[in-house]
């Protein structure tokens, strides 16, 4: 156990799925999943583990921000043995390409700050990178399944609420869509030996005003989920 995990080291899986909340977990969980068991409910970031077509998958909750997902990842990838880690959230659209509920997968996530990913990997870079092989494992799943998903750099921001000009923030990070979380699980997998992805479904738009309920993204976005899920067997 660890101080923010509570479960046993067999309680989790080789292969976990991480939405940002807890109770998105929850709710994939039991929309996907057989024989679960929660393992986690430190600080209510609710953690299951069960079957997904007879393999073994654990759902994680990250909460919100690369200090959060770095606090969690880090510790499944180190202590648990954990192999793969998949955020599976939700993003802000910089891109008139993108609409509400597109599936996009992460190519590369740009930071504002080099400073997570220099302590924690000695990366000295803004740009930090998912594992090829879980991309092309996800990519060929949507394939299969006829989902289309778009590949793009996504800007992992580290503030929700920034004062500098969105038209500034896309021509600096040269990125599609935003969220907050994927600089630091990339960082840990590099840092840990281990695979880690970001496959996102688009929850709103900066540019046009679109927009879905917190209930939508707890509850839909089932796109991505499948993919992901498909891509464990």
């Known amino acids: 156990m660890t101080p923010h995990i509570e479960a046993k080291k067999e309680d989790i899986a080789k292969v976990v799925l991480m939405p940002g909340d807890p109770l998105r977990a929850e709710f994939i ?15 209510n970031m609710l953690m299951f583990t069960g079957e997904y077509k007879g393999v073994r998958v654990s759902v994680c909750g990250s909460g919100m921000g690369v200090p959060s997902i770095g606090i969690y990842s880090y510790e499944l990838f180190k202590f648990y043995d954990v192999d793969t880690i998949i955020r599976v959230g939700s993003a802000g659209a910089y891109s008139k390409e993108l609409k509400t509920y597109d599936v996009v997968l992460a190519t590369e996530a740009y930071s504002d700050s080099k400073a997570f990913s220099q302590l924690v990997a000695n990366i000295d870079s803004h740009v930090t990178y998912p594992s090829s092989v879980t991309n092309e494992k996800l990519l060929a799943c949507a394939d299969t399944l006829s989902i289309q998903i778009q590949q793009a750099r996504v800007h ?21 869509c935003v969220e907050m979380e994927a600089t630091g699980l990339f960082s840990n997998a590099k840092a840990t030996g281990k695979n880690a992805a970001c496959i ?34």
Request: glycine letters at 2%.
């Open 156 to 176: 992992s921001s580290e503030v929700f609420y920034s004062s500098r000009p969105l038209e500034e923030t896309i021509k600096v990070t040269e990125a599609k």
């Open 29 to 43: 969980t039991e929309k996907y999943l057989k024989n679960v068991k929660k393992v986690n409910s430190v600080r």
């Open 200 to 233: 996102l479904s688009i929850s709103d738009h900066l540019i046009t005003g679109e927009s879905t309920s917190a209930k939508q993204r707890q509850t839909t976005f089932d796109d991505m989920i499948k993919v992901a899920l498909e891509s464990i067997l």
